[in-house]
C-alpha cells in the first residue's frame, strides 16, 4: 500500500500562484500525477510526470501554467505542481496519483492510476 498526502491548497485571486505538493510513503510506480474535481464535474487529468520523472504531460488548459515536477530521495517520492497564473476555472479538488503500469494512453486518465491522496483544495476568486 502506499500513502499519499497533499498539502499547499488555499484560496487565491486571479492571476496568483499556489505551490501543491505530495509526499509518498513509498516507491508509488512509474507514474504520478495530479487530478482535479470541480464540484459536479468529472475528475480530470492535470500533469504526468514519468521515464524517471524526465518527461512530462499537460491537459491542454495548464500549458504554460502549470509545472509538475518529483524529487526522487533514496525512501520516498516527494511530487509538487507550481502553478502559476491562476483562474478561477482552476478553482477544484486537486488530488495527488501514482500508477503502476503508466501507459502512454492513460497517463492523464483515472485508469492509469492505482493509489490517490485525500486531495487538496484551491480557490481562485475573480
Known amino acids: 500500500q502506499v500513502n499519499l498526502k497533499e498539502s499547499g491548497g488555499g484560496s487565491v485571486e486571479d492571476g496568483g500562484s499556489l505551490r501543491l505538493s505530495c509526499e509518498a510513503s513509498k516507491y508509488a510506480g512509474k507514474c504520478m500525477g495530479w487530478f482535479r474535481q470541480a464540484p459536479g464535474k468529472e475528475r480530470e487529468g492535470v500533469a504526468a510526470?514519468?521515464?524517471?520523472?524526465?518527461?512530462?504531460?499537460?491537459v491542454d488548459s495548464v500549458k504554460g501554467r502549470f509545472t509538475i515536477t518529483q524529487d526522487n530521495d533514496k525512501n520516498k517520492k516527494t511530487l509538487y505542481l507550481q502553478m502559476d497564473s491562476l483562474k478561477p476555472e482552476d478553482s477544484a479538488m486537486y488530488f495527488c496519483?501514482?500508477?503502476?503500469?503508466?501507459?502512454?494512453?492513460?497517463?492523464?486518465?483515472?485508469?492509469?492510476?492505482?493509489?490517490w491522496g485525500q486531495g487538496t483544495q484551491v480557490t481562485v476568486s475573480s
Open positions: 510526470i514519468f521515464d524517471g520523472a524526465v518527461k512530462t504531460l499537460y
Open positions: 496519483a501514482a500508477g503502476l503500469a503508466c501507459q502512454p494512453h492513460s497517463r492523464l486518465t483515472t485508469a492509469g492510476y492505482t493509489y
